[in-house]
Each structure stands twice: as structure tokens, then as C-alpha cells.
């Protein structure tokens, strides 16, 4: 097929196990951009935590944060927000019941009313810092995060399901429980983005490794699950690429999305 345009995620597949973009996958990324192929970054990240990959790839192109609640154009300017009030967030104030730190994300802020060592660690992953959680002004949030053990992350999604309509309660990973407003998904954002590019669905390329990459890569013209994906999403996509360790992007871009 001949694409128009390709879609990441971040984590686990633009990324490799050391969080970082080999130099291999940066060259194949530039020479997209020689051939005005946008190479457009989805991943549940706040804008912040994405820029730093857009320069270092050395490319302009739109962005999809917060897992399609916040759209950025090739300028960086804010093309579509969606996300819950404020009051819907308190409410969901799960501190109060189950004492875990709660990471809330308003455009670019990163909120946080305690550090722990889970926060510490998506610091460190991230490269951003949290500030102080402070609501007032605030209008509307894009996503809580809670960072927990796995048991304690799976009690509370059951719960926070049973108890609240209207809202997407998954888990990104294991120890990792995103919340954000139902009709937030990759797959809206990517059709958002096409029809404003004006490039036909059966036209794009996506790679993703984990759950929420699931809608993105059943939607695109190929969808690549990179090998090091979770067991799910292998078995929900039929094709596969390398892994993140071994360029699976480039790989596939090079030998697969013809077939």
C-alpha cells in the first residue's frame, strides 16, 4: 500500500526498553518527513511529555495527546479538546477512599497533591516534574491517573466502573489506571485528523504495543503490533512487527506494509 501518513505511540514502541529513539528509527522518521509523510505521535502523555521527541526527531507534525483528548496541529496550537469537569474529578477524588495519590492532567499541567514513588518514577520516566494540585480556574480535566500496585489497580477499576457513567476507565498497563471522558479514544482523533488532512483511513500506517493502541491499530489501513506487545493485542492484531529493542517500526515500514 502506498501510505500517507503513520501513527505512533510512544511508550514501548516509538521508544525502545532504555526510553529512547534509536538512531535508525530517527532517519527512517526524518526521511518520511523528506517525502511530506506525517509521522504523527499518539500516546496518553500530556503535551509536554511529547515535544521533547518531536524535536529531537526533528520533524513538525500534529499531535495526539492524552490518548485523543488533546490535539495539536504541526504548530503545536490546540485543534480539539475533550475531556470531564472539574466536579466529575472531585468526585473521583480517590484519595479520600483509598488513600493513593491522584495524578490530574489539564492541558499542559501535571497535578499532584502528594509524591510517591510511583509518581517519582513517571517523573523520571517523563522528564517532567508535577506541580502542586491546585483546581481553582480550573474548567476541565483530561485524565486522572492512579499509579498502584496491580491488585489495588484492578480493585479500583471495578469499583470506579460500578459506581461512575460516562467516563473511559482502563488500565494502560498492569500498575496504571487512566480516566478520562468516554468519547476519548486514539481511533476518534485519528479519523479527526484525517479528515482534516484529507488523507482516506485505508491510507494509514499505526504501531502500538498495549491496549489502548488497540482502537488505533483495528482503524487504520495497517495496524502493526510491535513484538514486544502485550498478549492481548497480539492476539487482536494480525500483523506484527519487531520489537522496540529492534526497530520494528522501521522494519515494517520497510518490508511488511506492502504486503
Not at 24 to 41: C, E, G, H, M, Y
Request: charged share 25%; hydrophobic share 40%; net charge negative.
Amino acid at each position: 500500500m502506498a501510505y500517507k501518513c503513520v501513527f505512533s505511540d510512544i511508550d514501548g514502541t516509538l521508544l525502545n526498553s532504555k526510553h529512547q529513539i534509536s538512531e535508525k528509527t530517527k532517519k527512517k522518521v526524518q526521511q518520511l518527513a523528506i517525502q511530506n509523510i506525517p509521522f504523527v505521535l499518539v500516546s496518553a502523555r500530556m503535551p509536554k511529555g511529547m515535544h521533547y521527541f518531536l524535536d529531537e526527531l526533528q520533524i513538525k507534525a500534529p499531535m495526539v495527546s492524552y490518548s485523543g483528548g488533546l490535539i495539536l496541529d504541526e504548530n503545536q496550537k490546540v485543534i480539539y479538546s475533550k475531556g470531564f469537569s472539574v466536579e466529575m474529578a472531585k468526585r473521583l477524588y480517590i484519595k479520600y477512599y483509598y488513600q493513593i495519590p491522584v495524578n490530574f492532567y489539564v492541558e499542559n499541567h501535571w497535578m499532584v497533591d502528594e509524591i510517591d514513588e510511583g509518581i517519582e518514577e513517571e517523573s523520571i520516566i517523563t522528564g517532567l516534574k508535577p506541580e502542586k494540585l491546585d483546581l481553582n480556574g480550573i474548567k476541565k480535566v483530561h485524565k486522572l491517573l492512579v499509579i498502584a500496585e496491580s491488585g489495588i489497580v484492578d480493585r479500583l477499576e471495578m469499583s470506579l466502573k460500578e459506581k461512575f457513567s460516562g467516563l473511559k476507565i482502563y488500565k494502560s498497563k498492569d500498575t496504571y489506571l487512566e480516566i478520562m471522558d468516554e468519547s476519548v479514544s486514539k481511533s476518534s482523533a485519528i479519523q479527526f485528523l484525517c479528515d482534516k488532512m484529507k488523507i482516506g483511513l485505508h491510507q494509514t500506517v499505526s504501531f502500538g504495543d498495549n491496549y489502548n493502541d488497540l482502537d488505533m491499530l483495528l482503524l487504520t489501513g495497517k495496524g502493526f503490533a510491535m513484538a514486544n506487545g502485550a498478549q492481548g493485542v497480539l492476539e487482536s492484531i494480525p500483523t506484527h512487527t519487531l520489537s522496540n529493542d529492534e526497530d520494528g517500526i522501521v522494519y515494517a515500514l520497510d518490508n511488511l506494509v506492502g504486503e
